[in-house]
């Protein structure tokens, strides 16, 4: 079937750290790759997606690249802030499928001043 | 703000009893998805509709069951609650049934069943 693994959370930091949240699946078909954020009392935000291999998402300083061969979609950020303080979520969908997302369990991150 | 509004934001209960959770989808959406997201399970699939018909169904247990109005708003009931059905209860939207189209989530619902 198809699934996303996330890495365990919580993820401490503090400001100005780099960041990196691995991300790997499984798809029976060809899948398009998201993140997504969640901050604390609201709903789900897209953060970025690729939708083919080798493709770079990136978004508000965050970056994630498209790798067929390890089937990953590792979420990376240079400098992180207060402000990144969120959960955020890899998912996958497949092409030409079913339009549902897949999500992973999701990884708290928390950015210390 | 995404666009896609849910009604209500939280919602208190207690077993055995049934509600209605609603959804308006960004405008010109004709797709509307349910998740539920819980601690155990996380974010989950429930059920997809498209332009009033049911496309798509997830892990939607048989208590629950949904609806898509011809204004495209929706409507997710949920039956003979348990204390397990304490989540929050996510609805989004996209342009339509394939193609690719970007979901966008509502605030969500978060239900207690006491």
């Known amino acids: 079937g198809n699934s996303v693994t996330q890495m365990e959370g919580p993820v401490t930091l503090s400001e100005e750290a780099f960041l990196t949240i691995n991300c790997t699946y499984t798809?029976?078909?060809?899948?398009?790759l998201f993140w997504y954020v969640q901050y604390p009392g609201e709903g789900l935000q897209l953060l970025l997606k690729?939708?083919?291999?080798?493709d770079k998402g990136s978004n508000k300083g965050f970056e994630a690249t498209y790798r067929k061969e390890t089937t990953s979609f590792h979420l990376e950020k240079g400098s992180v802030q207060v402000s990144d303080s969120a959960v955020y979520f890899c998912?996958?969908?497949?092409?030409?499928?079913?339009?549902?997302?897949?999500f992973g369990k999701g990884t708290k991150l928390t950015v210390n001043p | 703000d995404s666009g896609v509004t849910q009604t209500p934001k939280h919602l208190i209960t207690a077993t055995g009893q049934r509600v209605t959770l609603r959804c308006s989808p960004r405008?010109?959406?004709?797709?509307v998805y349910w998740y539920q997201q819980s601690l155990d399970q996380g974010l989950q699939f429930l059920i997809q509709?498209?332009?009033?018909?049911?496309?798509a169904k997830g892990n939607i247990l048989e208590r629950f069951s949904a609806q898509q109005f011809p204004d495209l708003h929706s409507e997710l009931n949920l039956s003979s609650l348990e204390l397990g059905d304490s989540a929050l209860y996510f609805c989004?939207?996209?342009?339509?049934?394939?193609?690719?189209?970007?979901?966008?989530f509502g605030p969500g619902t978060r239900l207690t069943v006491l």
């Open positions: 989004a939207s996209s342009e339509g049934v394939a193609g690719g189209g970007l979901q966008f």
């Open positions: 798809a029976t078909g060809y899948p398009s």
């Open positions: 690729a939708t083919k291999a080798d």
């Open positions: 998912a996958l969908k497949i092409q030409g499928g079913s339009e549902k997302l897949v």
């Open positions: 405008s010109g959406d004709l797709s």
């Open positions: 509709y498209y332009n009033g018909e049911e496309r």
